[in-house]
């Protein structure tokens, strides 16, 4: 199960109707993410600072922070290379670990056995990478990403997919009076010019993300464009 969207030929709305359970909960939960943490990342993707794989990383590492939540109060978590490298798809330990070393240099995460943190503001960034982040509307808002998506998208190894997830995530996934709100717009042409990928391609990668049930299609009308 994942989340839904709707959309015109040109344009998606609504993520995650048909897997919402009661009280607007998708179905497996969900975790916070930071827009503005999210847009860094992917701003450092495309300035050549980190690889495609530690976007995937960042990503990650919120599903592995998520999966202490419960602990009991007083005890610590730990984690571990191994672990996010199995989230990640089988990625081995040392390049878990070369991952980590440029999300640190990049000033994207924080990472130790009991600890991590996670970008969530502009402060320090390249002037560059502040316009970046500052041309998305709400981008300081947290993002309630549905944790089977985004375990899905720590493993997912095309790009153009990932992008298209989180354009969609950015415009069309809230959380309003403790309620997870997935509805909005999003045109696959804002996707591309925001994250640097083809139109044709984010068409496609809809497409695919609709078959999987993730996205959600509707009609709208042509004027609310």
């Given at each position: 199960?994942?989340?839904?969207?709707?959309?015109?030929?040109?344009?998606?709305?609504?993520?995650?109707?048909?897997?919402?359970?009661?009280?607007?909960?998708?179905?497996?939960?969900?975790?916070?993410?930071?827009?503005?943490?999210?847009l860094?990342?992917?701003?450092?993707?495309?300035?050549?600072?980190?690889?495609?794989?530690?976007?995937?990383?960042?990503?990650?590492?919120?599903?592995?922070?998520?999966?202490?939540?419960?602990?009991?109060?007083?005890?610590?978590?730990?984690?571990?290379?191994?672990?996010?490298?199995?989230?990640?798809?089988?990625?081995?330990?040392?390049?878990?670990?070369?991952?980590?070393?440029?999300?640190?240099?990049?000033?994207?995460?924080?990472?130790?056995?009991?600890?991590?943190?996670?970008?969530?503001?502009?402060?320090?960034?390249?002037?560059?990478?502040?316009?970046?982040?500052?041309?998305?509307?709400?981008?300081?808002?947290?993002?309630?990403?549905?944790?089977?998506?985004?375990?899905?998208?720590?493993?997912?190894?095309?790009?153009?997919?990932?992008?298209?997830?989180?354009?969609?995530?950015?415009?069309?996934?809230?959380?309003?009076?403790?309620?997870?709100?997935?509805?909005?717009?999003?045109?696959?042409?804002?996707?591309?010019?925001?994250?640097?990928?083809?139109?044709?391609?984010?068409?496609?990668?809809?497409?695919?993300?609709?078959?999987?049930?993730?996205?959600?299609?509707s009609?709208t009308?042509?004027?609310?464009?």
């Amino acid at each position: 199960p994942g989340l839904g969207v709707t959309r015109t030929p040109d344009v998606s709305a609504v993520m995650g109707g048909g897997a919402m359970e009661g009280k607007g909960i998708p179905q497996g939960g969900y975790v916070f993410v930071s827009a503005t943490g999210l847009l860094a990342t992917w701003w450092s993707y495309k300035a050549g600072l980190i690889e495609f794989r530690d976007v995937r990383a960042w990503l990650a590492c919120h599903e592995v922070k998520a999966r202490r939540c419960t602990l009991e109060k007083g005890r610590l978590p730990r984690f571990t290379e191994s672990e996010l490298g199995r989230l990640m798809g089988g990625v081995l330990e040392e390049h878990v670990r070369t991952t980590l070393r440029r999300l640190k240099s990049a000033s994207l995460l924080s990472w130790s056995e009991t600890a991590i943190e996670c970008r969530s503001s502009t402060e320090g960034l390249p002037l560059d990478a502040v316009q970046f982040v500052e041309s998305v509307t709400n981008h300081r808002r947290r993002i309630p990403v549905p944790r089977p998506l985004l375990r899905f998208l720590a493993r997912e190894r095309k790009p153009v997919l990932v992008a298209t997830a989180l354009g969609h995530l950015l415009r069309c996934m809230y959380f309003r009076k403790g309620r997870c709100e997935p509805q909005g717009l999003c045109k696959a042409s804002w996707i591309a010019d925001l994250f640097g990928v083809d139109e044709r391609n984010v068409k496609a990668a809809r497409q695919s993300l609709e078959a999987m049930g993730v996205l959600i299609r509707s009609d709208t009308p042509q004027l609310v464009m």
